[in-house]
């Protein structure tokens, strides 16, 4: 929400009715209070944003919907080191109870802190089935596989079912010894082509420039943590530029 105009109470309640349960909500609110770890209200600048927060928890008091943010900070203006608890996650309390708030210490060359919410249930992914790598020819046997295929001895089997069973077990066995299968594991994370070790040591200087700067406010600090940004930025620019 834009800061400087007074909260839209309607139209955010007209959403909270229309959006199905649970829900959950992020977004940059601009609103400020007490509950969500801002500083008590000191000053009569800091008034409208004090009252667009109180309006914020005053329409989803009838929904009975909680604050999941605990206090850290969402948002940093490096150019006059302005902290602040702008980012809300909102959510329905049947779904609150079995998650984790908590905000990356690295802003990525933002001026908010991005958001972690994870959960204590239980991984939902299942596991890929496992099939033979035909893909890897190269490291199967292909040879010892099709010298190993000797059907079984099969006269006494007079169901044709029976027998073409049993003839596709031998082979299932065979294939097992010679060629080899597939991971059944799942791999949730994306890899980027364009990563390299250079974007990793620039962003490793960077966060440790953020965390100077984060227990020592200095101009020198920020000058050092500034540059280690542009950095990371030039660096990550140009490795995927040259990875086309």
């Known amino acids: 929400l834009p800061p400087g105009i007074p909260f839209p109470t309607d139209q955010f309640k007209e959403l909270l009715d229309e959006l199905p349960t649970p829900l959950l909500i992020l977004g940059d609110f601009n609103c400020k209070n007490t509950i969500w770890g801002s500083p008590i209200l000191t000053s009569q600048e800091q008034e409208p944003t004090y009252t667009r927060g109180q309006e914020l928890l005053d329409s989803i008091e009838p929904h009975h919907l909680n604050i999941l943010n605990t206090g850290k900070l969402t948002f940093f203006r490096?150019?006059?080191?302005?902290h602040s608890h702008l980012d809300l996650s909102i959510g329905s309390p049947e779904i609150c109870n079995n998650l984790f708030w908590d905000t990356e210490p690295d802003p990525h060359n933002s001026h908010h802190y991005p958001i972690i919410i994870s959960h204590s249930l239980e991984n939902i992914y299942t596991q890929k089935p496992v099939k033979w790598n035909f893909?890897?020819?190269?490291?199967?046997?292909?040879?010892?596989?099709?010298?190993?295929?000797?059907?079984?001895?099969?006269?006494n089997i007079t169901n044709a079912t029976e027998t073409c069973s049993t003839l596709i077990n031998h082979i299932f066995e065979v294939a097992n010894q010679h060629i080899k299968k597939t991971s059944p594991n799942i791999n949730t994370k994306y890899f980027n082509p364009w990563w390299n070790e250079d974007c990793a040591k620039a962003i490793k200087e960077k966060k440790k420039k953020l965390r100077t700067l984060n227990r020592c406010y200095s101009p020198?600090?920020?000058?050092?943590?500034?540059?280690?940004?542009?950095?990371?930025r030039y660096t990550i620019r140009n490795a995927k530029h040259l990875s086309w």
């Not at 490096?78 to 302005?82: D, E, F, R, T, V």
């Open 78 to 82: 490096s150019n006059n080191l302005y």
């Open 135 to 155: 893909y890897k020819t190269s490291q199967a046997d292909l040879n010892n596989f099709s010298k190993s295929i000797n059907l079984p001895h099969m006269d």
């Open 220 to 232: 020198q600090n920020l000058i050092a943590f500034k540059k280690a940004a542009s950095k990371s």
